[in-house]
Each structure stands twice: as structure tokens, then as C-alpha cells.
């Protein structure tokens, strides 16, 4: 095997690995979250995990280089923080203390289509195929089932909940346009240690904003919920983040969000086996119209009719030749 080969083979090894790790650790993540603040609050987990992250990512820059954010466009790292890790993951963090992991899940998977509505109005201003059109609203549908019974599906979850979800799903669409436009592939791991500090210090501000640290006892924070907090660290962010980013740089961005299909089916299975979370009949219902919703609009640009005509006309040509 020639060294080009070998090049090759390697990337696309990592490409799948990283595919792997989106997959299966952030449909993970949404089970650590809920363990890690049974006894710790909120904000301070996600300020926690991001804080740490962020200062173990820059110290290994700081090895390579003694200015790691010198390539970095602060500004924008700064918005992507505050959108992506602060409010996307900080108000879902928040949510989950009334919201099942499992329908937190569902409910962040309409992420892609929230992506094409806002690229549509103030990005590209590329209007979305008709089949992309029609996947929006089959999943707009699911979510839409899932906010107006609540109660039926999430139990306990108030309105303050869902808005929470509603909010960090938008924050999030908006920091994956925004950060489509700043990070480069030569800076990925540094743009990221920065971002995720940024969106740290957001979810510390957030923790004195909700009250946190007067009810915040850390004798009382068990072991689970300690070591959730460092799976979070460890996998949902150095690991997660920097191969999401990774991605982004090397594949397509409708491929590498296909992520969203994956997350919630991990989510809801880990969330009734471990958490006991019910599965309704109606969670199904929603799950399928919001997967199938996503999937539409995530593989708009494969050309079905085309290749459905192009299928007919070689059989229609095998006939004549018969």
C-alpha cells in the first residue's frame, strides 16, 4: 500500500470513528445530565463541565504553542460559545429537571430543520427543496405533539420547561450557522477550548442569575453525579465537540448532522432502562413523525425522483433490448 493509500484509509477511518462518537456519545450525554444534576444544581454542572473542559483543552494547546487562541477570531468563538455551549446546552441542562432525557432528546433532534428555516430567512436565503419543506412540517408536527401533551408524555415538565427546550434548540441552530462561517480546519481544537470557555462563563453568570449557589451544597452532590459531570467533560465535550467541529471542516454538514437521528433513539432506550422513563405510545407517534421529519429535510438533496425516472427508463430499455 502506497503512502497516499495509506492517507487515505486513515482519514477515512477518522471520519468514521468521529461519526461514531457524535452518535452514540451525545445520545449519551443526555443520560449523564439527568443523573448529574439529581444532586447538583443546573448551571453550575454545565458551568463545571465546560470550565474544565475548556482549561484541559487549553492547557494541551499551550504544549504546542504558547498563544493557542492567537489564530482565533475571539469574537465570533465568543457568540458560538454563548449560543452552542451556553444557552443550547445550558437551557437543555435546565430543562431537564422537569423534562424527561429522552424527550429533551426529541425535542433537540427538530435542531436540522430549525437549521434550514433560519439558513433559509438570513443566511443563504436558499429556499428548502419542496421535500425539505414538507419534512418541516412532519417534524414541526412531532414537536408540536409533544409540547401540546406534555403532561400525557413528560409528566411533571412545566411550560418554563419547554420554552427552556425551545430556546436552546434555536440558540443552538444559530451557533451551528454562525460557526459554519468562523471555524477553520487548521484551527479546530483551538476554536473550540475558546468557545467552550465562553459558553462556561456564561452558565457560571446563569447560576448566579438563577439563584444556584445559595441552595448549591457540595457535601450533599453524590458519587454518580460526580462522575457524571466528568463523562460530560471528558466525552461530551473535548471528545464530542472537537469531532463535531472536525467533521464540519472535512464533511458535508447535512451528513454530519444526521447525528440528530441517532441521539434521541440512544436517549430514549438509556433513559428507560436505567432512569425508568416511560415510553408512551404517544412519545412513539412523535418519535417517528419528527425522525422522519428530520430525515426529509436532512436528505433533500438527494435527487429521489430522478433516480426513481432513471431506474424506470434502464428497466424500459432492458425490455426493449429483450
Given at each position: 500500500m502506497n503512502v497516499s493509500s495509506r492517507t487515505a484509509t486513515s482519514a477515512s477511518?477518522?471520519?468514521?470513528?468521529?461519526?461514531?462518537?457524535i452518535y452514540v456519545i451525545w445520545g449519551t450525554t443526555y443520560l449523564a445530565i439527568a443523573i448529574s444534576i439529581q444532586t447538583m444544581p443546573p448551571f453550575i454542572t454545565g458551568a463545571l463541565r465546560f470550565l474544565v473542559a475548556g482549561a484541559l483543552m487549553y492547557a494541551w494547546l499551550r504544549?504546542?504553542?504558547p498563544r493557542p487562541f492567537a489564530t482565533v477570531n475571539l469574537r465570533s468563538a465568543a457568540v458560538v460559545g454563548v449560543l452552542l455551549a451556553g444557552i443550547g446546552n445550558g437551557f437543555v441542562i435546565w430543562a431537564q429537571q422537569g423534562i424527561p432525557s429522552g424527550i429533551a432528546a426529541l425535542i433537540v433532534t427538530s435542531m436540522p430543520v430549525t437549521v434550514l428555516i433560519l439558513d433559509w430567512a438570513f443566511f443563504s436565503r436558499r429556499a428548502p427543496s419542496r421535500q425539505g419543506l414538507v419534512g418541516t412540517a412532519v417534524a414541526l408536527a412531532g414537536v408540536v405533539t409533544i409540547i401540546m401533551h406534555t403532561h400525557a408524555i413528560a409528566g411533571t415538565a412545566q411550560p418554563i420547561h419547554l420554552i427552556s427546550m425551545i430556546l436552546a434548540v434555536l440558540a443552538w441552530a444559530l451557533g451551528t450557522l454562525w460557526q459554519k462561517r468562523a471555524a477553520r480546519s487548521d484551527n479546530v481544537l483551538n476554536f473550540t477550548a475558546a468557545q467552550v470557555l465562553f459558553g462556561g462563563v456564561f452558565q457560571l453568570a446563569m447560576s448566579f442569575v438563577d439563584g444556584e449557589w445559595s441552595r448549591f451544597d457540595v457535601a450533599a452532590v453524590s458519587v454518580s453525579?460526580?462522575?457524571?459531570?466528568a463523562y460530560l467533560v471528558v466525552f461530551g465535550s473535548i471528545i464530542g465537540l472537537n469531532c463535531y467541529?472536525?467533521?464540519l471542516t472535512r464533511v458535508p454538514a447535512p451528513k454530519v448532522t444526521t447525528y440528530a437521528l441517532v441521539n434521541p433513539v440512544v436517549a430514549l432506550i438509556l433513559g428507560s432502562l436505567i432512569l425508568n422513563e416511560e415510553i408512551t405510545v404517544l412519545t412513539i407517534v412523535a418519535t417517528v413523525l419528527v425522525l422522519f421529519g428530520v430525515a426529509l429535510v436532512l436528505f433533500q438533496d438527494w435527487k429521489i425522483d430522478s433516480l426513481w425516472r432513471g431506474r424506470r427508463s434502464l428497466r424500459t430499455a432492458e425490455r426493449t433490448s429483450c
Open positions: 477511518l477518522g471520519i468514521v470513528a468521529a461519526f461514531a462518537a504544549t504546542r504553542t453525579s460526580w462522575l457524571a459531570v467541529l472536525w467533521l
